[in-house]
């Protein structure tokens, strides 16, 4: 497993802006691919957004496409999330997770095997 630390959350008006990012610790950044999920209060975990470890495809929840943009630096061992158009309804705490070592990239938790502590976002209307 690789360890996580998530940055960046915070509060913002509706329509705003904010970068997440997500360092990792560990070997062979690369191999893993990075998974965004957000849970609000009495909501199951849902998936946002998700990047292969080479960069090479993107994968969006519909609720975000067009304003979320997931990209990773491997040499930084870091991942991103910019949100753009920042609604009300995107309030919730944001998780960062990676797969197992050349794990297949998924949009559902089960994927994951390795979590970030959090950060809360709260987007004011």
């Known amino acids: 497993q690789v360890q996580l630390v998530e940055s960046g959350g915070g509060l913002v008006h509706a329509g705003g802006s904010l970068r997440l990012a997500c360092a990792a610790s560990g070997r062979a950044f690369s191999t893993y691919g990075m998974g965004w999920f957000r849970q609000a209060p009495g909501k199951e975990r849902e998936f946002v957004a998700a990047?292969?470890?080479?960069?090479?495809?993107?994968y969006y929840a519909d609720s975000v496409k067009g304003r979320f943009t997931i990209s990773r630096d491997n040499a930084k061992k870091t991942v991103y999330l910019q949100m753009n158009s920042l609604k009300p309804e995107d309030t919730a705490v944001y998780y960062c997770?990676?797969?197992?070592?050349?794990?297949?990239?998924?949009?559902?938790?089960?994927?994951?095997?390795?979590w970030g502590q959090g950060t809360q976002v709260t987007v004011s209307s």
């Open positions: 990047i292969t470890g080479s960069g090479g495809s993107l």
């Open positions: 997770a990676a797969t197992p070592p050349w794990g297949l990239t998924r949009t559902t938790p089960d994927g994951y095997d390795s």
